[in-house]
């Protein structure tokens, strides 16, 4: 069993970087720390942009019992906490537009202005002045930035900006084109473990062989690259005993599948464009002729969608300026696929120590005028439901089941690979960082180590 850091008041700790001592998946202890140290204290995403189109829209966002009300004013999009001045009684639920009523307090009426300003309290002369001081009776704001087309919030005042928090990978995918893309579909589902189990499940491809063997099948040379005994790592991504247009075919075939599989991530328009290039001319060396294969898709698809009126990034330009990776995590419970011009983006909240809400958006872009409505609620589905595309539903199939291995006598810790499986060490170590209440700064460092390191290794981190 990994040993206990006696100056450590955290129960079970990281203290071997590449064990995980399994109780902080299930222990009540441990989850209680997480509600009070981390979550206040972190970004969260809050809603989409695009579902706050008009002044006076507001959604409601809630977690962990704190509800919060994000809303777009005439000088862009501000949150308040979601309580009533008066008896505190929460003042909304769900969405709507508050330029015309405001919000008004469903107990005694009391209002407020979009701006949070009250606006009226119900027979005034029967309070105290000392109650009815107005910056006293303005909604309490909570910070709420924009970035990556969504709103995120954050209940402390003295937390470095999302900005500061992330580090460069922001300013990779923005470049990338996410804050230009809107939903074109959102499904939660209510998944039985430890929300850091679900989000572990995506940073590694190391699980793709078992878990999603049409990928891996498709393109096996890929995976044997990354991840096979033989090789030791070594080999090359393209198959070399094969035609250029063999190649060209199974690269094909495999983003066919995973279009599929994603029901989005890489949009079927996308894959159209590039079924139309299948034939295109190339040079025969296998991997000089992939490569330009993937160079003029990827032109292609920056072309036609442009021409359509999508304001897409220019991919060959982005891939060499700003590369992102496969998976890129928004500490602590928001992650993008970012593939071509379109991503799936996942967010996972705890719902008690061992369940977890578990959401999935399709995000792209669309030509001005053709914008589909903005999605105001997920569609709700069992996490078995046939309803999921295919790959997710690969992954919620393992979730469940290796929460309830955690429990098993003598399974004290997981054990990383030191190589591909780091981001869960760099992951948990920093989530201690928050639970020991380390400088706000030292922390925002370790997570912008973050960004790009799917598949990468252990850090080390000076907290
Ligand atoms: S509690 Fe809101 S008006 Fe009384
Ligand atoms: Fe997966």
Redesign the pocket.
């Known amino acids: 069993m990994a040993e206990a850091d006696p100056k450590s008041l955290i129960p079970f700790k990281v203290t071997e970087p590449d064990r995980i001592p399994t109780p902080r998946y299930y222990d009540e202890a441990f989850y209680k720390l997480e509600c009070d140290k981390l979550w206040p204290h972190v970004w969260q995403m809050a809603c989409r942009v695009e579902q706050l189109p008009e002044v006076g829209d507001w959604i409601e966002y809630s977690h962990l019992g704190k509800s919060v009300i994000v809303t777009r004013t005439k000088d862009g999009i501000r949150a308040f906490h979601n309580a ?1 001045r ?4 929460q003042l909304v639920s769900g969405h709507g537009n508050c330029k015309t009523q405001g919000f008004i ?1 469903p ?4 209002r407020w202005d979009g701006e949070g300003k009250n606006s009226f309290v119900y027979g005034r002369h029967m309070f105290d002045e000392r109650q009815l001081d107005a910056g006293d009776l303005a909604l309490i704001p909570c910070r709420a930035e924009e970035a990556l087309g969504c709103v995120f919030i954050n209940f402390d005042d003295d937390a470095p900006s999302f900005a500061d928090t992330i580090g460069p990978v922001l300013g990779r995918l923005e470049k990338k084109g996410q804050s230009g893309q809107r939903a074109e579909w959102w499904f939660s589902t209510e998944i039985p473990a430890n929300w850091k189990i679900a989000m572990e499940a995506f940073m590694e491809g190391y699980h793709v062989m078992r878990t999603h063997p049409q990928l891996q099948q498709a393109a096996p040379m890929i995976y044997n690259m990354m991840y096979g005994m033989d090789t030791g790592g070594i080999g090359l991504p393209i198959n070399p005993n094969l035609s250029v247009r063999e190649n060209v075919y199974a690269q094909f075939k495999h983003m066919e599948l995973l279009s599929e599989g994603m029901s989005g991530m890489l949009h079927t328009k996308e894959v159209e464009i590039a079924r139309h290039l299948l034939e295109v001319e190339l040079p025969e060396d296998p991997q000089q002729g992939v490569m330009m294969w993937y160079g003029i898709v990827q032109h292609q698809i920056t072309e036609k969608l442009r021409a359509r009126g999508e304001n897409v990034p220019d991919l060959n330009a982005v891939a060499v300026s700003d590369p992102v990776n496969a998976v890129e995590f928004i500490f602590p419970n928001y992650f993008l696929l970012p593939f071509m011009t379109s991503t799936s983006a996942y967010r996972i909240r705890p719902t008690g120590p061992e369940t977890c809400q578990f959401e999935i958006w399709s995000l792209t872009h669309f030509a001005p005028g053709d914008e589909p409505e903005p999605i105001m609620e997920p569609t709700v589905l069992p996490y078995n439901s046939e309803e999921f595309p295919p790959i997710p539903r690969q992954d919620y199939a393992n979730i469940p089941i290796q929460q309830k291995g955690l429990h098993a006598k003598g399974f004290d810790f997981m054990r990383l690979s030191k190589d591909i499986e780091g981001m869960i060490s760099n992951y948990n170590r920093i989530i201690d960082g928050h639970l020991e209440g380390k400088p706000a700064d030292k922390l925002a460092a370790a997570t912008h180590t973050l960004g790009g390191n799917f598949d990468g290794k252990i850090f080390e981190y000076d907290f």
């Open positions: 009533c008066h008896r505190g009684v307090c107990f005694h009426g009391w």
